[in-house]
């Protein structure tokens, strides 16, 4: 069974940063797209940042110039370095591997992770 493992949420105040893992396995992590999604109470789940397997990062509009995606192959983790945090980032983050279907910001999620709470608030 695939296994996505997310860590690094927690609460955080307004302007403050935070970082958000997500460790799989080398199988899985070398031939995949990897996506950070959230969903927030009452809300759709959205996709905020895409990482290739080559390395090119895309965001959605409302985190493009705060929020950060980068993946370290040699330790099979996605990384999303949030920064100038804002009530409305206030989510359940998802980690996801699988295959970027653009020029949209979209994606084809073949695997997911658990999901890690990140609140905003002061």
């Known amino acids: 069974q695939v296994q996505l493992v997310e860590s690094g949420g927690g609460l955080v105040q307004p302007g403050g940063s935070l970082q958000l893992a997500c460790a799989t396995s080398r199988n899985i992590f070398r031939i995949n797209d990897m996506g950070w999604y959230r969903q927030a109470p009452g809300r759709e789940r959205e996709l905020v940042a895409i990482?290739?397997?080559?390395?090119?990062?895309m965001y959605a509009d409302s985190v493009k110039g705060r929020f950060a995606i980068s993946r370290d192959n040699a330790k099979n983790t996605v990384y999303l370095q949030m920064m100038s945090l804002k009530s409305e980032d206030t989510a359940v983050y998802y980690c996801?591997?699988?295959?970027?279907?653009?020029?949209?910001?979209?994606?084809?999620?073949?695997?997911w992770g658990q999901g890690t709470q990140v609140t905003v608030s002061s």
């Open positions: 990482i290739t397997a080559g390395g090119l990062a």
């Open positions: 996801s591997a699988g295959a970027y279907r653009g020029p949209q910001l979209i994606m084809r999620s073949d695997y």
